[in-house]
């Protein structure tokens, strides 16, 4: 606990045939300060962490959780037995004895056990100061619990209100990628379509020209052959004016003959 102690509240025992009221505390250190009174004489005392008499088989902090469970009279632990030794005229010693039942087949019972020595306060408690003094302590602790409660509320709130602003980014974030994804959707559309305007265009042109050259190779073969009848004809005109010039060249010397 951050604040160095965590009570365990304000129990009442009857020990030895009176009442007692006891106020425990766990220290941050681990180790337990304690106060006792019966309403006339106060005592208090402190067990270290080393001092714990814990089980080789318990951790010190569980067997401190379970000693502080049963010094509040907490749930579970009405078999827990305190007992008060006097060991002089200002002090004396709590022991507190507790019986666990192991989990297993063997249901092994194991025996806790702490001895912690008090000290008497020097006034008598006749006014009910000490318990006034433990219940202001307890007070205390109360409003310190409520703030903490309070600013744990807050912190969470605050935190929450961080995770709605993260939901909405994330949200935001998500929406602007799924824009991202439909727009790049869009553009390699457009850019394919590009594309096959440009490969239709390019296969029109092809066409044109191999149809291009197909007329162009007909005209050209009608052209040969135009040309070919033409030297087929001039030929033709060119024996038959040969044929005439030699017909009239034998006609005048057949003349000269006969004169």
């Known amino acids: 606990d951050r604040f160095g102690l965590r009570s365990m509240g304000i129990a009442q025992h009857f020990i030895d045939g009176e009442h007692f009221f006891i106020s425990a505390r766990l220290c941050a250190d681990g180790g337990i300060k304690l ?8 005592w208090q005392g ?3 962490a080393h001092d714990l008499q814990a089980p080789k088989s318990m951790a010190r ?4 959780e379970r000693l502080l469970s049963g010094l509040s009279r907490a ?3 009405n078999t827990d037995t305190l007992s008060v030794k006097t060991t002089s005229a200002a002090s004396c010693e ?3 004895k507790a019986t666990l039942a192991e989990q297993g087949e063997l249901r ?3 025996q806790l056990r702490q001895t912690i020595s008090l000290q008497r306060e020097s006034r008598s408690d006749a006014d009910g100061s000490f318990l006034l003094n433990m219940l202001q302590e307890l007070v205390n602790e109360v409003v310190q619990l409520h703030r903490n409660c309070v600013d744990q509320e807050a912190a969470s709130r605050a935190l929450q209100m961080e995770d709605e602003k993260m939901k909405a980014v994330q949200k935001e974030i998500s929406q602007a990628e799924q824009r991202g994804v439909v727009e790049l959707e869009r553009r390699m559309i457009d850019e394919l379509n590009r594309h096959k305007r440009c490969i239709s265009l390019v ?3 092809l066409q044109r020209y191999e149809d291009g050259d197909a007329a162009l190779s007909e005209r050209s073969e009608d052209d040969d052959s135009e040309r070919e009848e033409e030297r087929d004809v001039g030929r ?3 024996r038959g004016v040969s044929g005439r010039r030699t017909s009239e060249g034998s006609a005048i010397e057949a003349a000269g003959g006969k004169r």
């Open 35 to 42: 106060i006792v009174s019966d309403g006339n004489v106060a």
């Open 46 to 48: 402190f067990v270290a």
């Open 61 to 64: 902090d569980t067997f401190a």
């Open 75 to 77: 749930e579970g632990t």
């Open 94 to 96: 709590l022991v507190w």
């Open 108 to 110: 092994i019972r194991k």
């Open 203 to 205: 296969d029109s042109a």
């Open 236 to 238: 033709d005109e060119n």
